[in-house]
């Protein structure tokens, strides 16, 4: 399985404000995702991060909302903009080698939004 | 670290027992299943998967059942632990190179 990192681990922001949110796997992989964990619920998709071309967004999620880039094969970023309270969630990003693999997450970010 | 499944269905067994969660899932053209593990504090962590073509998988002390009849899905995992204390995830994937994910259930074992 692959070494997933995530930076930063929590952080506490300010309405109106933005975070990102950084991913690196310690391999290459082919498919990077992001996924939004709010308190108490189960996962859901937010979209794919596409090396090279615009990450494919899930229903509900928008590109102004939360930007995502994938500069190469090993790293993505995801952003929250201009947050509010219920951007309060934990982010997690996961990857797969392949479309037949698993997908292994990384530890999370934990974020509050005042 | 900030807790996950605070309002999620509760099972509790006790140390040395053996622990059923089950999972109903709801495409029945998934192909590929996955339970996961979550702690506390954690991201998920792959227990063991599946595919459609099989009905059972045996791990180390875990075995996962899957019944495409009436989509379900369930984890076993013999002599239970305090260390398998945990949030456990059922995860179906669609085709779309993406998972979607149950609702979660908290196992919490009694020593």
């Known amino acids: 399985s692959a070494v997933i990192s995530q930076k930063p681990s929590r952080d506490i922001c300010q309405r109106g404000t933005s975070l990102t949110i950084q991913c690196q796997v310690d391999s290459q992989v082919t498919m990077m995702f992001w996924y939004r964990q709010q308190p108490g619920q189960s996962l859901t998709l937010i979209a794919t991060?596409?090396?090279?071309?615009?990450?494919?967004?899930e229903s509900g999620f928008v590109i102004d909302k939360f930007p995502i880039s994938r500069p190469n094969l090993t790293f993505s970023t995801l952003t929250v903009s201009n947050m509010s309270p219920e951007d309060s969630s934990i982010y997690l990003c996961?990857?797969?080698?392949?479309?037949?693999?698993?997908?292994?997450f990384g530890p999370g970010t934990r974020l509050t939004v005042l | 670290g900030e807790s996950v499944g605070l309002h999620l269905p509760t099972l509790s067994v006790q140390e040395g027992d053996n622990s059923i969660i089950n999972c109903a899932y709801s495409?029945?053209?998934?192909?590929?299943f996955i339970w996961y593990k979550q702690e506390s504090g954690k991201g998920p962590q792959f227990i063991i998967d599946?595919?459609?073509?099989?009905d059972k998988r045996q791990g180390q002390r875990v075995t996962v059942l899957l019944n495409k009849t009436v989509k379900h899905l369930s984890l076993q995992i013999a002599a239970t632990q305090p260390g398998d204390s945990a949030v456990y995830f059922c995860a179906e994937h669609t085709g779309r190179r993406a998972l979607t994910f149950g609702s979660g259930t908290r196992l919490q074992v009694q020593p």
């Open positions: 495409n029945s053209a998934s192909d590929y």
């Open positions: 599946i595919r459609s073509n099989m």
């Open positions: 996961s990857v797969s080698r392949d479309s037949t693999d698993t997908q292994y």
């Open positions: 991060a596409n090396q090279g071309s615009e990450a494919t967004y």
